[in-house]
């Protein structure tokens, strides 16, 4: 923070008693490491919406606004050196990062209920001073202690009618937003921008576009990552354990799939144009049945051993996606 010029310095990354060599694989293993720790909601930084099952800055958060700012710094390196992150943000943080303003659907979006809520108050065909009795003033539960927030000035003196009801559904959308965590996505949009400088550039992409340079694409397609892959060493794709192989993988779960894709590549996010473009390799590691299948993270390659069966071959893989974290098996 102190020298924003070393951010843009190539990263490596060491691990303390980990022999591996950065070249891409331990710098995705921190990042991914770094980021489970920041999203822990026992930290009090972000809060967790069960249904939606995405991350929102904490507008009661005890933390300094420096620690935001280096949330934004984490980030911003991780796009800096393109690697992809699994974050749960909604779309409008990356609206707000790229200067965007808020509206309806953004609030429908990311916090389904107040929308609706909004939406209805929007459409009733009534009084809605007498229905609804709001004013233009909110009430929030801030540790057991009840906090008023005016939209406007002497809010709590003014009633919310059918003339002010669409003043008083922006002010509330700008309110839940922008205004609650101004001071939080401040600091952490600051941060981001000590690596990732260029508005100009970032003014290219659309909120969709930021969103998929940063975690990358959600649809894991095996299909494509089969053709694309390459063999070594004695494997090519018409081999019959290699056949094997790719109908285990396809029957996977999603999340044994994301295990997999973590196990071989350091990262269970997906490059952005797809599986097929990850240049995955599958190399052939000897024939001893009790070795396990091990992986050479930085480069995207599999070392997989030419097992006498396909359910031993099925249980050797499942073990170990099952049980690896840094170098070597836990």
């Known amino acids: 923070m102190n020298r924003a010029d070393d951010l843009k310095k190539q990263l490596r990354v060491k691990f303390i008693g980990e022999e591996g060599i950065d070249e891409g694989g331990v710098r995705k293993e921190f990042f991914q490491l770094v980021l489970k720790e920041i999203f822990d909601v026992n930290y009090g930084m972000f809060v967790y919406d069960e249904q939606q099952r995405t991350f929102w800055f904490n507008m009661n958060s005890f933390e300094t606004e420096d620690n935001f700012k280096l949330i934004g710094i984490v980030i911003g390196l991780a796009i800096y050196n393109s690697i992809i992150l699994d974050i749960h943000f909604p779309r409008i943080v990356y609206k707000k990062m790229l200067g965007l303003k808020p509206n309806l659907e953004d609030l429908k979006e990311t916090f389904p209920d107040l929308g609706r809520g909004m939406q209805q108050l929007l459409e009733f065909d009534g009084d809605v001073e007498d229905v609804f009795c709001r004013t233009f003033q909110l009430e929030t539960d801030v540790f057991g202690q009840i906090v008023t927030h005016d939209l406007k000035p002497n809010g709590g003196d003014i009633p919310v009618t059918n003339q002010n009801r669409e003043e008083y ?162």
Not at 243 to 258: A, Q, R
Not at 277 to 283: A, K, M, Q, S, T
């Open 169 to 330: 559904v922006q002010l509330f959308i700008e309110w839940k937003l922008e205004k609650s965590i101004r001071t939080q996505f401040n600091s952490f949009i600051e941060g981001f921008k000590m690596v990732c400088s260029d508005q100009t550039i970032l003014d290219l992409f659309r909120a969709e576009e930021l969103e998929l340079l940063i975690c990358g694409s959600p649809v894991l397609d095996f299909e494509a990552l089969e053709r694309t892959t390459k063999y070594a060493d004695g494997y090519d794709k018409d081999h019959p354990l290699i056949k094997d192989f790719w109908d285990i993988v396809h029957h996977f779960s999603e999340e044994d799939k994301k295990k997999f894709l973590m196990f071989c590549t350091g990262s269970d996010r997906v490059p952005i144009k797809g599986l097929g473009e990850l240049g995955f390799v599958i190399v052939k590691n000897g024939d001893d049945d009790r070795r396990l299948p091990t992986a050479h993270t930085c480069f995207n390659h599999l070392l997989l051993p030419k097992y006498s069966t396909k359910e031993n071959m099925k249980e050797r893989l499942l073990s170990a996606i099952n049980n690896c974290m840094g170098f070597g098996l836990q």
